[in-house]
Nanobody
Framework: QSTLVESGGGLVQPGGSLTLSCATS????????IGWFRQSPGKEREGVSC????????DYADSVKGRFTVSRGDAENTVELRMNNLKPEDTATYFC??????????????????WGQGTQVTVSS
């Protein structure tokens, strides 16, 4: 059973928007750096975005900069990834992950200790 649970994936047309959510009842997410990663068949898992513990800083891959926004959710113990102007190349399974670290976050998947099971995002007309 995964520690984290992602939701909000689905099918969207190019140019559309989706908001993914990452939640857990097992950790206090405010104490963890949270990363969002994605993986397509035959490709390496890619770090898309991250937010530092205590919400101090964020980081984005160049491919999503200006289109995706990561934030601590309004709901307690959640982190969101708002994705705008989606492109077909954004199609992938998206995962959230948690890393017990208080410094600036990194999009290096090997640093993250806890993972979700993933949610599918498909961008297609």
């Amino acid at each position: 059973q995964s520690t984290l649970v992602e939701s909000g994936g689905g099918l969207v047309q190019p140019g559309g928007s989706l908001t993914l959510s990452c939640a857990t009842s097992r950790l206090t997410l405010g104490n963890y750096a949270i990363g969002w990663f994605r993986q397509s068949p035959g490709k390496e898992r890619e770090g898309v975005s991250c937010i530092s513990a205590f919400g101090g800083s964020t980081d984005y891959a160049d491919s999503v900069k200006g289109r995706f926004t990561v934030s601590r959710g309004d709901a307690e113990n959640t982190v969101e990834l708002r994705m705008n102007n989606l492109k077909p190349e954004d199609t992938a399974t998206y995962f959230c992950a948690a890393w017990r670290y208080s410094g600036s976050c990194k999009r290096d998947r090997y640093e993250y200790e806890y993972w979700g099971q993933g949610t599918q995002v498909t961008v297609s007309s």
